[in-house]
């Protein structure tokens, strides 16, 4: 498969797991795109990817009014690192840190951006209404780098990195107890401390089960050319 038809692939793949995105390689290695790894859990659908350096650009053409209200976060779980664009802002991201964007607005995510080797990430997208501050709060939370270095940065990083390694071995009801725990730890403090330094106030929030991920599944693309790890 040639390059161009690998990012033609790419952007069917990306836009079947995710939303309509554009995908452009940044580097002249054109050997393999990457491996990826979809699964739901609970109200969240979590991808585990290995990709060669590209960005993914939201652009305001490819937005709908139809698409899905959904956030999502991704973590560097290893290889290299990424940059989260989005409202004027960028956010380096490291192994172990993690980032928010809003599927509804335009962003652009570069993986690879320290140089031409892979780099290991995890998507995990999920209705906004899982987190207890209003859209205007959330906004502050886009596109601001979240370091796994102590509290409950350290704390939300490593579950997610369990969660993901196991995400294969959880019944339905097992995956859904999890997610809610996941989603209580946020709702009561980790959220609510960060955005607290600019004055917003907790309100509650459901715990609603997105009918696009309520069941557990399991699917895995492999983009030609690229060796499994």
Same mark, same amino acid.
């Given at each position: 498969?040639?390059?161009?038809?690998?990012?033609?692939?790419?952007?069917?793949?990306?836009?079947?797991?995710?939303?309509?995105? $554009?995908?452009?390689?940044?580097?002249?290695?054109?050997? =393999?795109?990457?491996?990826?790894? #979809? +699964? *739901?859990?609970? /109200?969240? @659908?979590?991808?585990?990817?290995?990709?060669?350096?590209?960005?993914?650009?939201?652009?305001?053409?490819?937005?709908?009014?139809?698409?899905?209200?959904?956030?999502?976060?991704?973590?560097?779980?290893?290889?290299?690192?990424?940059?989260?664009?989005?409202?004027?802002?960028?956010?380096?991201?490291?192994?172990? $840190?993690?980032?928010?964007?809003?599927?509804?607005?335009? =962003?652009?995510?570069?993986?690879? #951006? +320290? *140089?031409?080797? /892979?780099? @290991?990430?995890?998507?995990?997208?999920?209705?906004?209404?899982?987190?207890?501050?209003?859209?205007?709060?959330?906004?502050?939370?886009?596109?601001?780098?979240?370091?796994?270095?102590?509290?409950?940065?350290?704390?939300?990083?490593?579950?997610?990195?369990?969660?993901?390694?196991?995400?294969?071995?959880?019944?339905?009801?097992?995956?859904?107890?999890?997610?809610?725990?996941?989603?209580?730890?946020?709702?009561?403090?980790?959220?609510?401390?960060?955005?607290?330094?600019?004055?917003?106030?907790?309100?509650?929030?459901?715990?609603?089960?997105?009918?696009?991920?309520?069941?557990?599944?399991?699917?895995?693309?492999?983009?030609?050319?690229?060796?499994?790890?």
């Amino acid at each position: 498969m040639s390059s161009a038809d690998r990012l033609d692939f790419l952007r069917e793949m990306v836009a079947a797991t995710w939303v309509p995105m $554009e995908c452009r390689a940044i580097t002249a290695n054109a050997d =393999y795109l990457g491996e990826f790894h #979809a +699964s *739901g859990l609970g /109200p969240m @659908q979590v991808v585990v990817m290995d990709v060669t350096p590209l960005s993914v650009h939201r652009t305001p053409e490819l937005i709908s009014q139809e698409d899905p209200d959904m956030l999502k976060l991704v973590l560097v779980r290893g290889g290299n690192s990424c940059v989260v664009a989005q409202d004027g802002r960028q956010a380096p991201v490291s192994v172990g $840190e993690f980032a928010i964007y809003d599927t509804r607005r335009p =962003y652009e995510v570069v993986c690879g #951006a +320290s *140089g031409d080797w /892979p780099t @290991q990430l995890m998507t995990f997208m999920f209705p906004p209404s899982l987190l207890p501050l209003s859209r205007n709060r959330l906004r502050q939370l886009c596109a601001v780098r979240f370091q796994a270095s102590a509290g409950l940065g350290d704390l939300t990083s490593q579950f997610l990195l369990q969660l993901a390694r196991n995400v294969d071995h959880y019944s339905p009801a097992e995956a859904a107890r999890l997610s809610a725990a996941h989603w209580r730890c946020w709702r009561r403090g980790w959220p609510v401390r960060w955005i607290s330094r600019t004055g917003a106030h907790r309100r509650p929030a459901g715990m609603p089960c997105s009918p696009r991920f309520r069941h557990l599944y399991s699917s895995t693309w492999v983009i030609p050319g690229c060796p499994r790890p």
